[in-house]
């Protein structure tokens, strides 16, 4: 799998990425972000990190949490943040 970090850091180079209004919370390091740099490498790091799940989901419910919206097919994220708060809200949107 390492092998493919590489090829997606050079993938990513090409990709454009705005500055986010709403920052992303990586999987690597369980923190927000919104810098464009700092959000490619972390996603060329996510292929060969641990999914740091439990940080996330702490971070997440420890701020002024409102509501979660899952994109993509299945219920899995939100499966995980029921398991953490059971008055959690999420959404899910196929896409």
Do not use: Y
């Not at 690597?28 to 919104?34: I, Q, T």
């Not at 971070?59 to 008055?87: H, N």
């Amino acid at each position: 799998v390492a092998p493919v970090v590489s090829v997606l850091k050079e993938v990513l180079a090409d990709v454009e990425i705005k500055k986010l209004s709403i920052p992303v919370i990586s999987n690597v390091d369980a923190k927000p972000h919104s810098d464009p740099d700092a959000i490619k490498k972390l996603l060329a790091t996510q292929v060969t990190s641990p999914v740091l799940w439990e940080n996330t989901m702490d971070l997440i419910l420890g701020k002024d949490f409102e509501k979660a919206c899952e994109l993509g097919p299945g219920k899995v994220t939100s499966g995980i943040l029921k398991r953490f708060s059971k008055k959690a809200e999420c959404s899910n949107v196929e896409v």
